[in-house]
C-alpha cells in the first residue's frame, strides 16, 4: 500500500510539473486536478496488478476510481471536465499494462 502511494503521489506531481512547466499557468486547478487524476491511475493500477484479485475485481474497483473522479471534476469544475478525465485514466491504464505485458511475469511488481 505505501508504494501505491508512492506512484499516486509521483505521478500527480510529475504530471503537474509536466502541464506547469510545458502547458503554461492559466488555471492551476484544473491543472491539478488533470494531475491527480493522472496519479490516482498510476496508483490505482499498479495497486490493481495483483494476481488474488479477479478481472471483475478489479474491473469494479477501476470503476469506483473513474466514478470518483467523474464526481470530483463535475463539482469543481463541469461535467465535461470531469468525463475528459476517463480518457486520460484509461490512458494510463492501457500504458501500464501494455508495459506489463513486456515482461515475462505480465507484472511490473515482479
Known amino acids: 500500500m505505501k508504494k501505491t502511494l508512492l506512484y499516486t503521489i509521483a505521478g500527480t506531481g510529475l504530471s503537474f510539473a509536466m502541464h506547469y512547466f510545458f ?62 478525465t476517463v480518457l486520460k485514466y484509461s490512458i494510463v491504464f492501457v500504458g501500464y499494462y501494455l508495459l506489463a505485458s513486456l515482461r515475462g511475469s505480465k507484472s511490473l511488481k515482479k
Open 23 to 84: 502547458f503554461g499557468t492559466e488555471h492551476l486547478g484544473l491543472n491539478a486536478y488533470f494531475a491527480f487524476s493522472f496519479g490516482l491511475a498510476w496508483g490505482m493500477a499498479y495497486f490493481l496488478d495483483r494476481d488474488d484479485f479477479s478481472l471483475p475485481k478489479k474491473l469494479g474497483i477501476s470503476f469506483v476510481g473513474i466514478t470518483l473522479l467523474v464526481f470530483i471534476g463535475a463539482i469543481l469544475f463541469d461535467i465535461e471536465k470531469g468525463l475528459s
